[in-house]
T-cell receptor, first 111, second 117 residues
Framework: GQQVMQIPQYQHVQEGEDFTTYCNSSTTLSNIQWYKQRPGGHPVFLIQLVKSGEVKKQKRLTFQFGEAKKNSSLHITATQTTDVGTYFCAAPIINTDKLIFGTGTRLQVFP | DTGVSQNPRHKITKRGQNVTFRCDPISEHNRLYWYRQTLGQGPEFLTYFQNEAQLEKSRLLSDRFSAERPKGSFSTLEIQRTEQGDSAMYLC???????????????FGEGSRLTVL
């Protein structure tokens, strides 16, 4: 069945370093969403990408949707301790609004 | 508070007992989702509703699990004859799809943590 995989599973960085997580799907996606979950918290929506090759920025966060709409990335420039958490991508199953979540990338930032 | 509300927040039960969780979505949202999350894993889809209609139920869900949304507002998730493997965080989310290929962002509740002894 349709799967969404993320790499890496964990990333430890020094504060100020950059961070990137990648999301890959086995099938073409109509859209992709990104969520952040702080330790002990619940997932919080960050952004949705819809168009092929789309790039969106939110301050230090840059989101990209691949040309083939089968992969996506989230890049954080100059990480801060407030960026700590697990970042999930999520995508709908084909022809449905059933959202499946990726495996997540846990980011740890050392001051 | 106009966000998604879940209760109870924590439930400890003995194996074999039944438990029920309630989710109150954001009032104008017609979609409601249930997910299960275990430590270190992503949310795992269980089921979702459009208004009162249950659109899909995960094949991972055994017959011990049932969800309802009788009036298209709040929803309940019941687990019968709980097993230790049911221990997890049960997350509810609601959304208002905007149509087309825009799925609509999910607004999650704080979750209901189940511990089965």
């Amino acid at each position: 069945g349709q799967q969404v995989m993320q790499i890496p599973q964990y990333q430890h960085v020094q504060e100020g370093e950059d961070f990137t997580t990648y999301c890959n799907s086995s099938t073409t996606l109509s859209n992709i969403q990104w969520y952040k979950q702080r330790p002990g918290g619940h997932p919080v929506f960050l952004i949705q990408l819809v168009k092929s090759g789309e790039v969106k920025k939110q301050k230090r966060l840059t989101f990209q949707f691949g040309e083939a709409k089968k992969n996506s990335s989230l890049h954080i420039t100059a990480t801060q301790t407030t960026d700590v958490g697990t970042y999930f991508c999520a995508a709908p199953i084909i022809n449905t609004d059933k959202l499946i979540f990726g495996t997540g990338t846990r980011l740890q930032v050392f001051p | 508070d106009t966000g998604v509300s879940q209760n109870p927040r924590h439930k400890i039960t003995k194996r074999g007992q039944n438990v029920t969780f309630r989710c109150d979505p954001i009032s104008e949202h017609n979609r409601l989702y249930w997910y299960r999350q275990t430590l270190g894993q992503g949310p795992e889809f269980l089921t979702y509703f459009q208004n009162e209609a249950q659109l899909e139920k995960s094949r991972l869900l055994s017959d011990r699990f049932s969800a309802e949304r009788p009036k298209g507002s709040f929803s309940t998730l019941e687990i019968q004859r709980t097993e230790q493997g049911d221990s997890a965080m049960y997350l509810c989310a609601s959304s208002q799809p905007t149509g087309g290929i825009n799925t609509g962002e999910l607004f999650f509740g704080e979750g209901s943590r189940l511990t089965v002894l």
